[in-house]
Nanobody, 126 residues
Framework: QVQLVESGGGLVQAGGSLRLSCAAS????????MGWYRQAPGKQRELVAT??????????NYADSVKGRFTVSRDNAKNTMFLQMNSLKPEDTAVYYC?????????????????WGQGTQVTVSS
């Protein structure tokens, strides 16, 4: 099993910055893709950014709405992912969720499973 714990959310004025962290813990063989998603009130959960490491290269994908403002990174040695959010806008207000897929031993075999954190609130005031 994998537990994901997000931190770093809060209230910030438009144009400000926040840095989110997501720490993975538990019993797993490896963690593959990690990602940030967000859900605003009355809206569906949407992708913010994903990052996967292949060898020594990080492959990163951003939603168009955050390109140039947000930066995702990860520390594989600490099983931690970060989201640096700059030039925040009121429309960035949402609960931000951490996601990962991980390979774990379950039911006598090795499988890949999807996990979510509990979410952290980000509120950007105008």
């Amino acid at each position: 099993q994998v537990q994901l714990v997000e931190s770093g959310g809060g209230l910030v004025q438009a144009g400000g910055s926040l840095r989110l962290s997501c720490a993975a813990s538990g019993t797993f063989v490896s963690i593959g893709t990690m990602g940030w998603y967000r859900q605003a009130p009355g809206k569906q959960r949407e992708l913010v950014a994903t990052i996967v490491t292949r060898g020594s290269i990080n492959y990163i994908n951003y939603a168009d709405s955050v390109k140039g403002r947000f930066t995702v990174s990860r520390d594989n040695a600490k099983n931690t992912m970060f989201l640096q959010m700059n030039s925040l806008k009121p429309e960035d207000t949402a609960v931000y969720y951490c996601n990962c897929n991980a390979r774990i031993y379950s039911g006598g075999g090795l499988g890949t499973y999807d996990y979510w954190g509990q979410g952290t609130q980000v509120t950007v005031s105008s």
